[in-house]
């Protein structure tokens, strides 16, 4: 490179003949960029941070040689990119059975069943959706946590897409970060809603129960989480309600609809006490009782593929329980 900034004297990093190295050219019109900029311009199926980091380990270089990733470019440098798959973690892979919905060489599409963990944290370290997919997909331990994108709770059942590439997940996570992907959940809630509306509340860590979430009435002390629901279904003492998230933090419609005094049924966390409807007949009183989870659903998931562009989606029933309690509230709300 022609600046002092750009040259660093340090050992480069030593690559197989075999790895794939992209070989491109810093156009003209750059003059001045970063050279992490320039680079993400031109390999937009990577994100920054990773480019970074490429170039931080001597992946990248610059007309031969190792460069930093806020050096200034003039146009013109010829780079070379050695993309190198790394495996992201120590975790195992186990034979957890899967429920895939969708899947070609860049996507999974899986319906999670109520109780699976999606990823390894202190106390699960084995036993989660991560491990799962290690087995029946054993090269995304070189996709950062397993190419999981996003996540669901413990006990929320329902879809959740998976990126079998780096590239597939660079595009999926711009896609979430755009609010570009389509996520429809099905719930049912303690109390007769009146009509749908939308939640926008800041959310952030409970500041007394840390394992908690909460609204935040300093808006400035958390993020921002905005939640739209509709009315599906009306049952005596309880609703069905249709929910679509426009972000996506952390146990967000749980806390949202605790918060409007519509808590899910089953929520050991933000539901509170067990509001029994009237008259309620032994058998819905019994049911409700042994509902240890939140009834809540990831019922439709849709995105644009990363490869083709087109739009894909998909929907999945909710578990048989979940069934099964709507149909002895509908039982028991038809009773005169």
Partial sequence: MKTEEMTQQTDLPEQDENTPTQHLEIPLDAYGQRLDQSVAALLPEYSRSRLQQWIKQGKVLVNGE????????????????????????EWQ???IPLTIVYEDDA????????????????????GTLLNALLFHCPELINVPRAGIVHRLDKDTSGLLVVAKTLIAQT????????????????????????SGGTV?????RHPVQRIKMAVMRNPDSGKEAITHYR????????????????TGRTHQIRVHLAHINFPIVGDPTYAGRLRLPPNCEPELKQYLH?????????RKLGLKHPETGQWLAWEADVPDDFAQLKCLLTRYSEQP
Avoid: D
């Fill in 107 to 126: 996507l999974l599409v899986i319906n999670k069943p109520i109780g699976l963990v999606v990823h390894p944290a202190a106390g699960n370290q084995s």
């Fill in 231 to 246: 009315i599906k279904e009306r049952y005596r003492g309880y609703t069905c309600v249709q929910v679509k998230l426009e």
């Fill in 171 to 194: 595009h999926l996570v711009k896609q979430l970060q755009a609010r570009a992907f389509e996520r429809e959940y099905e719930a049912i809630v303690m109390g007769e809603m009146i």
């Fill in 93 to 95: 892979a186990e034979a």
């Fill in 200 to 204: 926008n509340e800041p959310i952030g």
């Fill in 66 to 89: 190792q460069s930093k990733a806020k050096a200034k470019v003039l146009g013109g440098e010829k780079i070379s990119v050695v993309i190198e798959e790394e495996q992201q973690g």
């Fill in 290 to 298: 042994q509902f240890k989870h939140q009834a809540l659903h990831a």
